[in-house]
């Protein structure tokens, strides 16, 4: 049984907002990966669980060495991708502070822990690194894991660099644990894209932490018979057969939708919005999430010295889906692009599903099984909407 | 006690169940299975089958906890899963067979929050929970050296699905999906619990209920201090088996026909400290 209760060195306690944006930021050269384990440095994590798979592995042996220099309490390798999410949900359900991370067939394993987490309302926090799943067996990237996590009532944020893995980890711990909120969040990285590229990060200084967990403001008490024990399940009313059972199972369904509609706001003060738009009045519209956005924005970007008129929204937020941001994105344009690294073109549905006239959407250019999207890609599918090649 | 006594004046208008609890309940005394009938019990009623020697186990188990006010438990699918929304401590329900992954993070939770508190947290499960989807995180829990004690409610079946074999029904038993007879052996989960580093392993049935205290008291206390423990209840289903209550509860006492109680010499010693203590 390892050491814990390790006494952490001090730090300096200090809000989020102060660290996303108020905090001196230095410039660090750092992969995906080492950029999610400095988010977990800063973010007083009590209890890290974890399983190493491809290509997450990385931020499992860094939250190791975090643990081993006393910068959070336990740390544990699990024994598989469903047990590790299990064992994160009891910790949660203590009232402590966890983070955990998989990767593709790790999340597939995993799936039937992850499903409960936001009925228990836990506010945990879980990086996806998205490769391929077996269809057939792949460990390329691939974002096709987020198709599978939509309706599990996680919220969901997409990661387009390893700034913004940095960036939307720490977010996503002060938005998971607000009351109102207190649902889990998915900080979803595409696979070796994110996880591996090298990109300057700025980082806030390593001598500032958030708070510690406060188990005190969970909507649903802590599992620790320190508030009133009831003969009630402290977790939804699943077991018994008739209709107040049936009913209170419903309304805590729909609760977790609630309050992740009830995390806008909080989206909003820390990750300044779902979206990003530039240049909304286009004709052209590419939409994107994750490492295609990042793909679409160099693609916007020469587009436009050629003269075409094109503008480009980044998703930041896949749950809850920013419908209102994007619909009046999308309200101008003519032809809207919407690359994809998956087969199935699920961004392509949640935005065909919410938008006008929407004939005006070509679900692509996609690719997949770990082929990378030239910004070249992306401009002759343009071409070809506009009829008029360069 | 100050978590169980309700703010002055809201005594009256809280539920008559709850301060039945409040003014009987165990809560902070020391009580056990020879004053059943005297306190206000953990659980009351239950909706399984009459003569059920699992409910039998799981009220004995419940009446013998060292410490109910501190006490967590962890429990997963079956047919206890109906009592589990009754218990009158905090109690979480696990995705099947998982009960001692969520208890390992539960656990460790604990320790990082009340690193001056014990707290006990117990996992309760069937013999297909233990034996059979849940064989991976149940032995890893234990060669994790995990500081929690399992029970294992061996009715030698899937009773809650509709009477299926398990790992833990004898072989040749006919039942579902075992329609020519179970093909293989009861699984020998009590020597694996020895092997995968339990310092504490024993089998108990219903029928002796004294014997039960005991064994689920030494479990919970060498899980304090010395590593992971198990508990296998006997109580073979009646339903499921075709049994009058009688003959189920008869079968059980002929299941556990001598003490089978295992420890390593760490738990001993522990034991003997406090047992010589008291």
């Not at chain 1, 050269?29 to 950029?35: H, K, P, S, T």
């Not at chain 2, 009715?155 to 093909?183: D, F, I, R």
């Not at chain 2, 079968?251 to 760490?266: G, I, W």
Request: aromatic share 8%; net charge negative.
């Amino acid at each position: 049984m390892p050491d814990i209760g390790v006494e952490i060195p001090a730090r300096t306690v200090v809000t989020a907002e102060h660290m996303l944006f108020d905090a001196p930021r230095e410039q660090r050269y750092l992969i995906g990966n080492e950029a999610v384990a400095e988010a977990v440095k800063r973010a007083n994590v009590d209890f890290v669980v974890v399983y190493p798979i491809t290509p997450q592995s990385e931020v499992s042996h860094l939250c190791g060495d975090l643990w081993a220099r006393g910068l959070i309490r336990d740390y544990y390798r699990g024994e598989d991708e469903l047990h590790v999410m299990v064992s994160a949900m009891g910790a949660a359900t203590g009232g402590v502070r966890v983070f955990t991370a998989t990767s593709g067939p790790g999340t597939m394993r995993a799936m039937e822990a992850i499903s409960c987490w936001p009925g228990y309302r836990l506010p945990l926090v879980c990086a996806f690194m998205g490769r391929g799943v077996g269809t057939p067996a792949n460990i390329q990237p691939d974002s096709v894991e987020i198709a599978y996590l939509l309706e599990t009532g996680m919220i969901i944020f997409h990661v387009e660099n390893p700034q913004d893995f940095f960036d939307m980890t720490i977010a996503a711990y002060a938005i998971a644990e607000q009351p109102e909120v207190h649902v889990p969040v998915a900080v979803f990285a595409d696979g070796f894209f994110v996880t591996h590229s090298r990109e300057v990060v700025e980082l806030p200084p390593e001598s500032e932490v958030l708070a510690r967990y406060d188990p005190a403001v969970a909507p649903v008490p802590a599992m620790d018979m320190e508030t009133v024990p009831v003969r009630m399940a402290r977790d939804c009313l699943v077991i018994k057969s008739n209709f107040i059972s049936y009913n209170a199972n419903a309304s805590w369904q729909q609760e977790v939708w609630a309050a992740q509609h009830r995390a806008r706001k909080h989206i909003n003060r820390l990750m300044g919005g779902s979206v990003e738009v530039l240049h909304p009045d286009a004709e052209i519209l590419l939409v994107a999430s994750g490492s295609a956005a990042a793909q679409a924005r160099v693609a916007m970007q020469e587009a436009r010295r050629q003269g075409l008129d094109v503008g480009f929204v980044k998703i930041k937020v896949i749950r809850p889906f920013p419908e209102r941001e994007v619909v009046e994105a999308c309200k101008k344009a003519k032809h809207i692009l919407i690359p994809e690294f998956n087969m199935n073109g699920w961004l392509a549905r949640e935005v065909k599903s919410r938008v006008d006239n929407n004939s005006r959407i070509f679900a692509g250019p996609r690719v997949f099984a770990g082929m990378t999207m030239p910004p070249e890609l992306i401009l002759d599918e343009m071409h070809k909407l506009v009829g008029a090649r360069t | 006690m100050d978590v169980i006594k309700p703010a002055p004046g809201f005594e009256d208008i809280l539920p008559l169940e709850y301060q039945e609890l409040v003014a009987d309940g165990p809560y902070g005394r020391s009580l056990g299975v020879k004053d059943l009938g005297t306190f206000k019990e953990l659980i009351e009623d239950h909706p399984l089958c009459a003569g059920c020697n699992l409910t039998l186990s799981f009220r004995l188990l419940l009446a013998s906890l060292p410490k109910p006010e501190d006490t967590l438990i962890v429990t997963t699918a079956g047919c206890f899963g109906v009592i589990h929304p009754q218990i009158a401590l905090h109690a979480s329900i696990a995705p099947f067979g998982t009960q001692n992954a969520f208890a390992s993070g539960l656990t460790r939770a604990m320790r990082i929050r009340f690193p001056e508190k014990q707290k006990d947290v117990i996992t309760i499960g069937g013999d297909g929970s233990f034996a059979d989807i849940g064989m991976a995180p149940t032995t890893h829990s234990w060669f994790r050296g995990e500081k929690f004690a399992s029970f294992m409610l061996d009715n030698e079946c899937y009773a809650n699905t509709g009477g299926q074999a398990s790992g833990m029904t004898p072989e040749g038993v006919v039942l579902n999906m075992a329609p020519k007879g179970k093909s293989f052996d009861k699984i020998p989960f009590v020597e694996i619990a020895k092997l995968a580093g339990c310092a504490y392993v024993a089998t108990a049935s219903p029928t002796k209920p004294r014997q039960v205290e005991s064994m689920v008291r030494r479990a919970i206390l060498v899980a304090r201090e010395v590593g992971p423990t198990f508990v296998r209840l006997a109580c073979v289903c009646a339903t499921n088996y075709k049994l009058t209550p009688i003959e189920a509860h008869r079968k059980s006492k002929e299941l556990v026909s001598q003490t089978d109680e295992y420890m390593t010499e760490a738990a001993r010693e522990y034991l003997e400290s406090l047992e010589g203590a008291a």
